[in-house]
Structures are given as C-alpha cells and as structure tokens.
C-alpha cells in the first residue's frame, strides 16, 4: 500500500529543545518537500529535495533542516533557534521536481 | 506570492453540484491550474490539475475558461464529506512549490 507515512502525529518539544518529525514514502519519488501550516493560513515551504544528498532551502528554512540519505528518507528537525515552532507541519512528495505533490497526514507540533 | 483569488466560504446542499470559482487574472501561458482540498488536520488531498482544455476524472471536472484567467471546480454530487477547505493553485511546471492561500471553505449541508 503506497504513500507517505509521519510521525509522530502530536509531538511535545521544551524549550530549548531539538525535536525531529519523520517522513517516509514508497512511491519511489525523487522529490521530498516540507511545508508548515498555521492555523488558518496557507502552507508555506521550509525546504525541498529534489534528488537524495540534495536539498534546498524554501521561503522559511531559519531554524529548521534536514537531510536526504535516502530516497525514502527526508526528515525536519525543528531546532532551538526556531522561535515560534508550534504549527502542523506537512511533508509532500512528487514522482520529480516537476510533477503533481502528494501530502502526507501531518504532524502537529507544540511547545511545553 | 497569491497568484488566485477564491472566496472565503461556500455552502452547498448535500446532493448538489458544488462549483468553486478561482480567478488567476495573472496566470502566464505554461502555467497550471491545480485544485488540492484539505480536511481538517489532515494533509491536503490532490484533486485535479489542467493548462488549457476541461478536466475529468473521478472526483471532480475543471472547467477553464478560454481567456485562462479563471475556473470552476465542480464536485457533482456534493456529500458531507466533501467539507473542506479547497485550495486553488497555478504553478509552473518548473516551479519549486505549490502556493496555497487561504483556500475556500466548503460546508456540504445535509
């Protein structure tokens, strides 16, 4: 059964606090996104991978990043440099750079 | 960077056709339309995408207009849970991201 799995579905962070949300998909797709959403608004990028071992920064990477080891693979690290993290956080994948975006179920992230 | 304009709200009786306009004034020649709807807390479900000519598959039919500066996503036979909030997007084949605004919010009335 194909798609895009994260987790975890809540997750809690201190302050201070790094914190990483999991996204995996066996669609075979060579392009990975993470998007944040805040109540109410649109989603906007943090960063995206075209291809494994290459990724680039969206329009809000301060205080995030990820790797790309894998194809599977892309997971967001919310550091503490990130002052306002509490937001649903969506990952997105695509069969390249240019074909259609396929989301993943979130992962609501709140700060203690 | 809002490329469209969707209305806020939208009400429809269950059963009915829902039609949800998008004016993209502004949409360039190799640009596409494309339509995602997002049910609370969940991740935004892909409907539909087209450039130039009317689109059907099993969820929904899209309608461009020939000047390409606006369209209608139709849900023919509106159920509760087509609720949600339905965002409408033109991107570049090229482009690097989906920009979603604030969607239209579709209640489906029983």
């Known amino acids: 059964d194909g798609g895009i799995t994260q987790s975890p579905k809540y997750l809690f962070r201190k302050e201070g606090q790094n914190v990483t949300l999991s996204c995996e998909q066996n669609?075979?797709?060579?392009?990975m996104y993470w998007y944040r959403q805040d109540p109410g608004q649109g989603l906007r990028l943090i960063y995206y991978?075209?291809?494994?071992?290459?990724?680039q920064k969206g329009d809000i990477a301060e205080g995030y990043s990820v790797s790309r080891e894998k194809k599977e693979s892309f997971p967001l690290t919310v550091t503490s440099a990130q002052k306002n993290p509490t937001a649903f956080y969506l990952c997105?994948?695509?069969?390249?750079?240019?074909?259609?975006?396929?989301f993943g179920p979130g992962t609501r992230l709140l700060v203690l | 960077d809002a490329k469209t304009t969707q209305p806020t709200s939208m009400d429809c009786a269950e059963g009915r056709a829902a039609n949800l306009p998008c004016n993209h004034s502004?949409?360039?020649?190799?640009?596409?339309v494309y339509w995602y709807r997002q049910i609370h807390s969940q991740g935004p479900q892909y409907i539909i995408h087209?450039?130039?000519n009317n689109e059907t598959n099993e969820m929904a039919s899209l309608i461009i207009t020939e000047d390409r500066k606006s369209s209608t996503l139709i849900l023919p036979h509106a159920t509760l849970r087509d609720t949600a909030v339905y965002y409408c997007?033109?991107?570049?084949?090229?482009?690097?991201?989906?920009?979603f605004g604030t969607g239209t919010s579709l209640t489906v009335i029983p």
């Open positions: 997105a994948s695509s069969l390249d750079f240019e074909e259609t975006q396929y």
């Open positions: 669609l075979n797709h060579d392009a």
């Open positions: 991978s075209q291809i494994v071992n290459d990724f």
């Open positions: 502004t949409i360039s020649g190799n640009e596409y």
């Open positions: 087209g450039l130039k």
């Open positions: 997007i033109v991107r570049l084949p090229s482009g690097n991201q989906f920009y």
